[in-house]
């Protein structure tokens, strides 16, 4: 798990990102973007290894098998939305977004022709405000 912010704009990157791992299915984060800035954004990454600066970059490590889809339970600051990224070791990505509730939701993100070994799944917020967000992974 490692987390990070930075800006995708042509301002200062101001974002924070406090990240807790309160055991090895769950985690919390608590996101920052000020709202002096555009393109500001802050991420959590679940990973099994990491892609090298290479044209194109080569994937280092043992790719996840998921299968054809994934729950996750989420929950947060009501109404914010989350981007959540698939990242498969071919560096294709597949998106999703899902909105938040106060209470735990579980979302099934269906990867169904996209089973190539996952690199990364990406946990990005890009809204102004605060943002906090609970993912736990059901196995």
Do not use: C, R
């Not at 959590?44 to 054809?68: C, E």
């Not at 939701?105 to 022709?113: A, P, R, S, V």
Request: a negative charge; hydrophobic letters at 35%; proline letters at 2%.
């Amino acid at each position: 798990m490692t987390s990070a912010h930075a800006t995708a704009g042509t301002g200062t990157d101001n974002s924070t990102l406090t990240q807790t791992q309160a055991s090895a299915t769950t985690f919390s984060n608590v996101s920052t973007i000020p709202g002096t800035d555009t393109g500001d954004f802050t991420y959590s990454t679940i990973s099994w290894g990491y892609f090298d600066t290479a044209t194109p970059p080569v994937f280092h490590g043992t790719g996840g098998s998921l299968g054809t889809s994934v729950t996750l339970a989420l929950n947060g600051t009501v109404g914010k939305v989350l981007t959540i990224e698939f990242l498969n070791t071919s560096n294709v990505k597949k998106t999703f977004q899902v909105t938040l509730s106060a209470s735990q939701q579980d979302f099934t993100f269906d990867l169904t022709g996209f089973t190539t070994a996952m690199a990364a799944i990406n946990f990005v917020s890009n809204q102004v405000g605060t943002t906090s967000y609970t993912v736990e992974a059901k196995v």
